[in-house]
C-alpha cells in the first residue's frame, strides 16, 4: 500500500505483532515487537496510542464477520479518489492542520458527491478536520465496498494466526 502513497506513505506504520499490541506499557510494547514481530522493529508511539481501539476489534472479530468488517485506511482512499494518485499536499506539518492540504481532500470529496457545507462545518468537539475528512474518505470507500468495486491491498493478502485476512480495502 505504502508504494501507492507517495510522500504520504508516512501516514502509514506497521502494526507490530499481535503480542506487542497486547502490551499496556509503551517500552514493553517495544521490547515484545522487537522479539516478536517480523521485521523485528520497536512501536511508534502513534501506533500504541492506537493499541487499545485495536484490542477492542481484536477481540470481537471472527472470519464470519469479514462479510460486514473491513480495513480501511484514509491516505489509500485518497489515492483511490483521486484517480489512484497521491495527494500532493500534506493533511498536517509537524503535527499541526495544514489548511492547503485539508482543503485539497475536501475539494475532492466534494467532486465526489459530499456537500461542501458539510465538509466545512466545525467538527465536534475533539475532533479535527482531518478527521472529519478522513471519515468522508472512508464513507466512499464503504459505498465501494457495497457495490463491489473495492480492492484488497494487497491483493493476494495473508492470514493471521486467528485466520482472519490482513489488507486495507479502497
Known amino acids: 500500500m505504502r508504494q501507492h502513497l507517495g510522500q504520504r506513505q508516512s501516514s502509514v506504520f506497521a502494526v507490530p ?56 485506511h484514509p491516505e489509500l482512499a485518497f489515492w483511490r479518489l483521486n484517480g489512484e494518485a497521491p495527494m500532493s499536499l500534506p493533511k498536517k506539518i509537524k503535527s499541526r492542520p495544514n489548511g492547503p492540504g485539508l482543503d485539497q481532500r475536501r475539494d475532492l470529496l466534494v467532486s465526489h458527491g459530499f456537500d461542501k457545507t458539510f465538509l466545512d462545518q466545525a467538527p465536534p468537539r475533539g475532533v ?6 478522513d471519515a468522508a474518505a472512508n ?14 491491498f494487497p491483493a493476494d493478502y495473508c492470514r493471521d494466526g486467528k485466520g482472519l485476512r490482513m489488507a486495507i480495502w479502497a
Open 17 to 72: 505483532s499481535r503480542a506487542a499490541v497486547y502490551m499496556a506499557d509503551y517500552l514493553e510494547a517495544c521490547t515484545v515487537a522487537q522479539e516478536t514481530s517480523d521485521p523485528p522493529k520497536k512501536v511508534s508511539k502513534q501506533c500504541f496510542y492506537l493499541f487499545p481501539k485495536i484490542r477492542e476489534i481484536d477481540a470481537v472479530m471472527t472470519v464470519d464477520l469479514e462479510e460486514r468488517i473491513f480495513e480501511v
Open 139 to 152: 464513507c466512499l470507500i464503504a459505498s465501494r465496498i457495497a457495490g463491489g468495486t473495492a480492492e484488497p
Open 128 to 133: 479535527g478536520r482531518d478527521d472529519l475528512l
